[in-house]
Each structure stands twice: as C-alpha cells, then as structure tokens.
C-alpha cells in the first residue's frame, strides 16, 4: 500500500499570509505512460464531506479560489494557499488514487494564528 | 445536479451486520465507479471500497475486505455496501463518492453514521 504523510499536522497562519502544506507519498504516483500525478487534495470544514481542491496534483477543481496552488511530482507534493482567508479554516486532506487502496494523508489542520 | 443521499447508518452491536445504501441522481449512474470512503469520529479520510461501472470489478481496503461488500443496482441507481461481523472500529461517517476523470472524488453525499457498540 501506498503511504501518505502529511506535514505539519496543525499549522497556525495569521490572515493573509501564506499557508503551505506537505505530502509524502512512500512511492511515486506519476504515470509515466501520461506524465500526470495521481494526486488530489481536499479541504473539510467541520460536520461537512470534503470539497475537492486540487487533481492531478496542480489542476484546480473548478470554483476553487485561484489562492489555492498545488504542485509537486512523484513522491512529494505542497499545497500552497497564497493569502489565508478566514473561510480557508478547515482540514486538509491529500490523497493517492495510483493504486488501490486509494489511501488519504493523516490531514493537517489549519487555524488562524 | 449530482446528488448522492446515503442512509442505513444506526447503532449496532459488534458481530451484527449492517446495509448502507447511496441513492444517486443528476447523472448516468451506470456510466461511473463508485466508491465508499468512511471517517471515524475526530479522525482522517478511510478509502474503504470501489466498483466499476458496470459492477463487474471490486476492490476493497485490507481493514475491510472478507467482511464488506460493494454492489450496486443500476436499474434503481443505488450504491450498496453490506457490512458483516461488524467491529467497533468499523464506527465512521461512511460516505459514497463518484470520481470525475479519473478516481478523485469530485462529489460527495452527506455520510451515514455508523457506531457499532454492545
């Protein structure tokens, strides 16, 4: 199985400044057949599913902010959120979908500093 | 628009067995997989089962797999998941998801609880 670890855990940002968040896969999950990253992440609010941020590692999901960015390949990813808005209080989620079990990092919490 | 309405969930003892249902509309049902993904109470996100379009392939986490079943019935665009010799830790907010060009989850149904207590 693939393993997905996030870092930090909780991360404190003051209002508009950058948040930047870490995932780990324990293998890589770029298709070399199509050069993509099967890697997405997620953003939930609590007693709430969560909202689909990012595919592909770097894809927006359509009516996602354009402070939300994701880059990374292979075995290490970031989710970038440019200027932290009092709406982006939430957990973040990422996850592999390479290979069954489509396994989700741990999650970080994010919280205004 | 795509909606997926699960329901089921209750309190049950441990060893007992349990079926979800999804209901889904606002789309070709037949034409996506479909999967579960379970959270437990303050924990992360759980993959816990997929099956394809069409039914004809499955796969399932390790925590679950030997006790749970996936199925789906495209005639009354229903998602199941038969839940047997449930364990306390099988205690989760169990969503189904559908995936959107390739297996992210793009929609998500509001969950059933599920809490498995004697």
């Known amino acids: 199985d693939i393993v997905m670890t996030q870092s930090p855990d909780s991360l404190a940002v003051s209002l508009g400044e950058r948040a930047t968040i870490n995932c780990k896969s324990s293998?890589?999950?770029?298709?070399?057949?199509?050069?993509?990253?099967?890697l997405a992440w997620y953003q939930q609010k609590p007693g709430q599913p969560p909202k689909l941020l990012i595919y592909?590692?770097?894809t927006r999901d359509s009516g996602v902010p354009d402070r939300f960015s994701g880059s990374g390949s292979g075995t290490d990813f970031t989710l970038t959120i440019s200027s932290l808005q009092a709406e982006d209080v939430a957990v973040y989620y990422c996850?592999?979908?390479?290979?069954?079990?489509?396994?989700f990092g741990q999650g970080t919490k994010l919280e205004i500093k | 628009q795509v909606q997926l309405v699960e329901s089921g969930g209750g309190v049950v003892q441990p060893g007992r067995s349990l079926r979800l249902s999804c209901a889904a509309s606002?789309?070709?049902?037949?034409?996506?997989?479909l999967h579960w993904v379970r959270q437990a109470p303050g924990k992360g996100l759980e993959w816990v089962a997929v099956?394809?379009?069409?039914?004809?392939?499955?796969h399932y986490a390790d925590s679950v797999k030997g006790r749970f079943t996936i199925s789906r019935d495209n005639s009354k665009n229903t998602l199941y998941l038969q839940m047997d010799s449930l364990r306390a830790e099988d205690t989760a907010v169990y969503y189904c998801?559908?995936?959107?060009?390739?297996?992210?989850?793009?929609?998500w149904g509001q969950g059933t609880l599920v809490s498995v207590s004697s």
């Open positions: 998801a559908r995936p959107e060009g390739g297996p992210y989850f793009h929609h």
């Open positions: 606002g789309f070709t049902v037949s034409s996506y997989a």
């Open positions: 099956i394809s379009y069409d039914g004809s392939n499955k």
């Open positions: 293998q890589s999950v770029l298709y070399n057949s199509n050069n993509k990253n099967y």
């Open positions: 592909w590692a770097s």
């Open positions: 996850q592999q979908y390479y290979s069954t079990p489509y396994t």
